[in-house]
């Protein structure tokens, strides 16, 4: 954690302290505690194998020569343990382990680990994936039996169709079962052959009970994946890096889509990328805040939409 030593600044004027540190936890429970809230659910946090895990830090490392300037520092490269603990040092109650297959056969591994990880992690949320792919219906089924309460579908990385043929028996499984799935599929931060709101769309009219979180809010088509979420009462969208200084720069939120923001306030959900983010996890709590939406607004999306959705 040396090299995050330096606190940036945040934009309203006040420093924000080191990240991970005992005075970035002291904010963020003052944060909460100043709303009325028991702590914060985070619906959009990654924990999975380690070994896939560093393969993912090697992506971001070395996403600034990639891209010719787009630097991505992960802020809290700690070991699984002391990251859960850093969650619960912040007061997160409740929190996920966002893990996804890049080929087939990979998922249902990662689903094994992801049950022996909520076995040992009560405050995460058993989490699980699927990939479009022969016996996907199956080991679905089976993750739904061993207590998955949330999926994790990744498009972008998957380089798959979501409306994949043999992916029409999970999501139907998981419509009917009434279990959310946390999806990337907007086009950001770099468009895959499948991303965009387009996909999904005909997924959601074959499945319209389908309890989708679109992650990142639809980044960047934003407006697009809230047409969605207006058009289905099931669908939801989570915070996940968006309003923050790093993503506004990348593709801004459009300040006219605000009050939709407002309207939709009991299906928005707090996400972080903790521990993938290049800033302090305080930073997108001041990201929410200064959207000036609102006390209840930032109740409902720091913990109550989410203690709702999952029965907490």
Not at 57 to 66: H, I, M, N, S, V
Not at 207 to 232: C, W
Not at 296 to 304: E, F
């Amino acid at each position: 954690m040396d090299d995050h030593r330096e606190a940036p600044v945040d934009p309203a004027g006040s420093a924000e302290p080191a990240c991970g540190t005992r005075a970035e936890a002291d904010e963020i429970r003052r944060f909460w505690g100043r709303l009325g809230l028991p702590g914060l659910v985070d619906v959009h946090t990654h924990f999975m194998p380690e070994r896939v895990l560093h393969k993912v830090w090697g992506y971001f490392d070395a996403l600034g020569t990639l891209t010719g300037g787009l630097e991505w520092p992960i802020t809290y490269r700690q070991e699984e343990a002391e990251r859960a603990g850093i969650l619960r040092e912040f007061g997160v109650r409740a929190f996920t382990a966002m893990l996804y297959p890049h080929k087939p056969g990979m998922a249902r591994w990662l689903n094994g680990w992801a049950v022996d990880f909520a076995g040992r992690t009560p405050d995460c949320l058993h989490t699980a994936t699927l990939y479009p792919e022969p016996g996907v219906e199956t080991y679905v089924r089976e993750a739904v039996e061993a207590g998955a309460r949330v999926f994790k579908a990744h498009v972008q990385v998957g380089a798959y169709d979501p409306a994949d043929e043999l992916l029409q028996p999970a999501w139907g499984l998981l419509a009917e079962a009434g279990i959310p799935v946390v999806i990337h599929c907007g086009s950001g931060p770099a468009p895959g052959k499948h991303t965009g709101p387009e996909p999904i769309a005909r997924v959601l009219s074959r499945h319209p009970r389908l309890r989708l979180i679109f992650a990142h809010m639809g980044m960047p088509e934003y407006e697009e994946f809230l047409d969605l979420a207006e058009r289905y009462t099931q669908v939801r969208l989570d915070t996940t890096m968006t309003f923050t200084d790093f993503t506004e720069r990348l593709a801004p939120f459009p300040p006219s889509a605000l009050p939709r923001l407002a309207d939709l306030g009991d299906r928005i959900l707090l996400g972080s990328d903790f521990p993938n983010i290049p800033y302090p996890y305080l930073h997108q709590l001041h990201a929410l805040e200064r959207l000036d939406l609102g006390e209840a607004w930032l109740r409902a999306v720091c913990h109550d939409n989410a203690a709702k959705l999952f029965g907490l």
